[in-house]
């Protein structure tokens, strides 16, 4: 079985800071990871995606993860956030077939001006 | 590409009641995807289909859920006897899939449902 554990159910930074949410997940088969984010009202929208490839994976809006097998970790961090960041950020697993996602509680971002 | 589409955005019901959902999914994805998210909480796997086969069910999904694909095109969530534990945001999501290859799944804006 799979399973996500996001550190932090909220997160507050200021404008400018770095942001780093935390995601440590659990799988018996080589994962495929992924950040989604949720604005309020509104669906998912993919945010980076690792598929055995490389570690480093740079999204969208400015946003990386690094995958780290031995920490069983794929935090996603912003150097500078910005206001429009504020919204809340899911991380999900799935194994490499169905590609049925597990995702985390979430962890609300809150951009203090 | 006009993106994964829901019908209604917002259903309100009272308890008993039948409600069915409606997703389009991006028009090539052979794969489609109902999920559950309830109030600060992740979404949660419901049940996926290839195509028009409907190849796994979770657990969450008791016998007054059914969804289907008829023509692998659009899907439909019905929930029979609503029930107010019944009230959650529900999610479409599809994706392509060539060979082994699964690609990422695209989500739809989600129906809201809150039954009273």
């Excluded at chain 1, 935390?22 to 995606?49: E, I, T």
Aim: net charge neutral; with cysteine.
């Amino acid at each position: 079985a799979q399973s996500v554990t996001q550190l932090g159910s909220h997160v507050s930074v200021s404008e400018g800071a770095l942001v780093l949410l935390r995601c440590n997940y659990s799988s018996s088969v080589p994962p495929y990871l992924f950040w989604y984010v949720q604005y309020p009202n509104q669906g998912l929208q993919l945010l980076l995606k690792y598929t055995s490839a490389a570690t480093l994976v740079k999204g969208i809006n400015g946003f990386e993860a690094e995958f780290k097998k031995s920490e069983t970790s794929f935090h996603l961090t912003k150097p500078s956030a910005h206001m429009s960041d504020a919204a809340e950020y899911f991380c999900a697993v799935s194994d490499q077939g169905a590609q049925k996602l597990v995702f985390g509680q979430g962890t609300r971002l809150t951009i203090n001006p | 590409d006009t993106g994964v589409s829901q019908d209604p955005r917002h259903k309100i019901t009272k308890r008993g009641q039948n409600v069915t959902f409606r997703c389009d999914p991006i028009s090539e994805h052979n794969r489609l995807y109902w999920y559950r998210q309830t109030l600060g909480q992740g979404p949660e796997f419901l049940t996926y289909f290839q195509n028009e086969a409907q190849l796994e069910k979770s657990r969450l999904l008791s016998d007054r859920f059914s969804a289907e694909r008829p023509k692998g095109s659009f899907s439909t969530l019905e929930i029979q006897r609503t029930e107010q534990g019944d009230s959650a945001m529900y999610l479409c999501a599809s994706s392509s899939s060539i060979g082994q290859v699964v690609y990422e799944q695209y989500f739809g804006p989600g129906t809201r449902l809150t039954v009273t």
